[in-house]
């Protein structure tokens, strides 16, 4: 590049052109700030010492004049050489950060995405193109509820408006368990963090983790969580057996003899046993009071108080119940709906019980259908006129008989072969001390809803993420 400067600018100064004289320079000017902005300092310089020979050489310069332009020439050249110099390393620095962040972003595990405001997306990392299917070159210019699965894809816009106009921040800093959706139509949990870009033009940068796994091996913990629990409550039975037996034993005892000996007495006729009489039946009523209260006093060591309540978000103590509960939804065929209501969002609960709870009646709704051809669940909350929340999932099963029904949250009561009759039980019991009631009736559509309700709380301390 300084060969073809000094080449350029030497056959520019030929005898008769225009930039004879001090226009001589120009050209070198020129060519100073190519050499330097594409070789660096070092070229720009010799550029410039090359110029201050040939131009006096070839245009005869002499005198004030061009000494005058001579040194204007050298510091101009200068100047740009810097200039040029300096411009050149920072792209180059720029390049290399570019590529060590690319380098990074390759790669890092979980998956980044990055929107514009109107949630068009600008970048796709490799890992999401592992995780969702897609190629960037396939996705870039697409709207990122393209990734999402309903009924986040269709409200997803709404968000992005809603924050445009009022600023107000409900996803932006927090982490939060949604639902994905792959290329192939697949549906998995994941957990995703947005941050948001300064700037007059904001940009919106997503990092996506993939749970499957993590909540697979979660499942396979539970699994044997469950079966130790098994284990222990048939332990914790047969003691209980042992222990009753134990204390009910006396005074079931001193019952029966006493009413043995009142009988015997009522045989025999006289007058004169009716006060041993009352007096017997009046102790074996005491007995008998007694068993009660021991049983009493037994059932209230066993039960667990009440959790750690909080005001809570019911739509997102859903999603994210809804995140666990559906995995293998897509696979299944199973058809998801939701039918939130954000004025039902405040509610005062422990949050891992109602969603133990949920999570119970959408897997019982899951193998419900699985031998049905249609298969739909629908998931929906509301606010009564009494201000209670009502939450209902809703299945296209086979459906209860009436029977079944009112003994389905009985202990032990169960409509799976390999089912235990805890689960609905236990729900019951959770649903109960939190002061609302639980409840199955048949669905209009086919199959059975299960709705359970909530007190009312005050609305203040509550969000509608």
């Excluded at 590049?1 to 320079?25: C, D, H, K, P, R």
């Excluded at 592992?130 to 269709?154: C, H, K």
């Excluded at 119940?321 to 004025?343: I, M, P, Q, S, W």
Aim: aromatic content about 6%.
């Amino acid at each position: 590049m300084t060969a073809l400067a000094v080449a350029l600018a030497v056959a520019l100064n030929v005898e008769g052109s225009i930039f004879a004289g001090q226009a001589g320079y120009l050209p070198f000017v020129a060519c100073v700030v190519l050499a330097s902005a594409f070789g660096g300092f070092l070229p720009g310089v010799i550029v410039v010492g090359l110029g201050a020979i040939a131009v006096p050489v070839l245009s005869g310069l002499g005198g004030m004049s061009g000494g005058v332009a001579l040194v204007v020439y050298i510091a101009v050249g200068f100047g740009i050489a810097f200039w040029g110099g300096s411009a050149l390393k920072a792209r180059r620095t720029a390049a290399t950060t570019q590529q060590h962040l690319q380098s990074i972003l390759d790669t890092v595990p979980d998956a980044m995405i990055v929107i514009d405001r109107n949630g068009i997306m600008r970048s796709f990392s490799t890992a999401a193109e592992r995780l969702f299917g897609w190629s960037a070159s396939e996705v870039i210019g697409r709207n990122v509820s393209t990734l999402m699965p309903q009924p986040y894809r269709d409200a997803h816009n709404s968000y992005l408006e809603r924050y445009a106009r009022t600023k107000e921040r409900r996803i932006i800093g927090i982490g939060r368990i949604i639902v994905g959706l792959r290329k192939n139509g697949t549906t998995f949990p994941m957990e995703l963090h947005v941050g948001e870009t300064g700037g007059a033009v904001p940009f919106f940068t997503g990092f996506v983790r993939d749970l499957t796994e993590r909540q697979q091996v979660e499942a396979r913990l539970q699994d044997l969580q469950s079966e130790l629990v098994h284990v222990s409550r048939l332990m914790a039975v047969g003691e209980m057996a042992s222990m009753l037996a134990h204390e009910l034993n006396q005074p079931l005892s001193a019952v029966a003899n006493l009413l043995t000996g009142s009988r015997r007495l009522l045989e025999r006729g006289r007058a004169e046993d009716e006060p041993k009489i009352r007096d017997a039946l009046q102790k074996a009523a005491q007995q008998a009071l007694r068993a009660g209260d021991i049983i009493h006093r037994m059932r209230s060591f066993v039960s667990r108080g009440d959790g750690e309540r909080s005001i809570e978000n019911l739509s997102k103590v859903v999603e994210e119940a809804a995140a666990l509960g559906l995995v293998g939804a897509k696979e299944r065929h199973v058809e998801v709906g939701f039918d939130l209501d954000v004025e039902a969002n405040a509610i005062f609960v422990d949050k891992v019980q109602i969603q133990q709870v949920l999570l119970n009646l959408i897997r019982n709704a899951m193998e419900a259908m699985q031998d049905t051809p249609r298969r739909k669940l629908s998931i929906a909350t509301a606010r009564r006129d009494d201000e209670f929340v009502v939450v209902s999932v809703a299945d296209t099963g086979s459906g209860l008989a009436e029977e079944i029904r009112e003994k389905l949250f009985q202990p032990f009561m169960t409509t799976k072969p390999q089912g235990m009759g805890v689960g609905l039980s236990i729900s019951r019991s959770i649903v109960d001390a939190h002061g609302g009631r639980i409840w199955a009736e048949a669905n209009a559509g086919g199959g059975t809803v299960f709705r359970f309700t909530l007190p009312p709380v005050p609305t203040e301390g509550a969000t509608d993420d």
